[in-house]
């Protein structure tokens, strides 16, 4: 992420504007605002199968799926940021411009945010107290990251090659197999999107 030229303390009108007048997505917290970069193709190829495939195994839950487009806020930490996916059950609450209290969040890795994703983002998306799973999914390889909330210290880490996630608390499951339907993996002979970036 970058930041714009000049510092600003942002309040929320002014971010919500400033979305709206360059039609650009910008990330934002505690006053400070930061350009979202744009991924590759493997990275949106994933994230619009993990909202299919979650879609498809909460159908009939009361749940709704939402992809990249949505806002989150995270109240806690001031921080309005963009999840690749993220899931509101019971709990969630819904704003014209925003959703907040997801149960799942999902970020598909890329190089120039996978440290992010994994510390700072991470540390604010915990404060979330309905949140019971994190999903991290590298886009260049069969590899899923699942942090399950076990209370409100304690998280454990499973890592998913093949097969099936278990999502125990929404009762729904995930193939892996959905997850990277149609996503062609670099080969030895073909550059490798995170060396070439």
Known sequence: ??????????THEDYFALEQREDWRYEYCAGEIFAM????????????????????TLRGKPCRVYNSDAKLYIRRHDHFCYPDAQVLCEKGIRHKLYVE????????????????????????????????????????????????RLSAEAWRLTEYREGRIPLAGLEATLDLADIYAQVDFPTPESPNPKESA
């Not at 992420?1 to 942002?10: A, L, T």
């Not at 970069?37 to 498809?56: D, K, P, Q």
């Not at 598909?108 to 440290?115: G, K, Q, W, Y």
Request: glycine share 8%.
């Open 37 to 56: 970069a744009g991924g590759t193709e493997s990275h949106a190829l994933v994230g619009a199968n993990i909202v299919i495939a979650l879609g498809n």
């Open 101 to 148: 209290n997801p149960v799942l969040v999902v970020e598909v890795l890329s190089p120039s945010t996978e440290s992010y994703d994994r510390g700072g983002k991470f540390e604010h998306y915990r404060s979330i107290e309905t949140l019971g799973y994190y999903l991290l999914i590298d886009p260049d390889r069969p590899h899923v990251e699942l942090y399950e």
């Open 1 to 10: 992420m970058s930041s714009p030229p000049q510092f600003h303390c942002y």
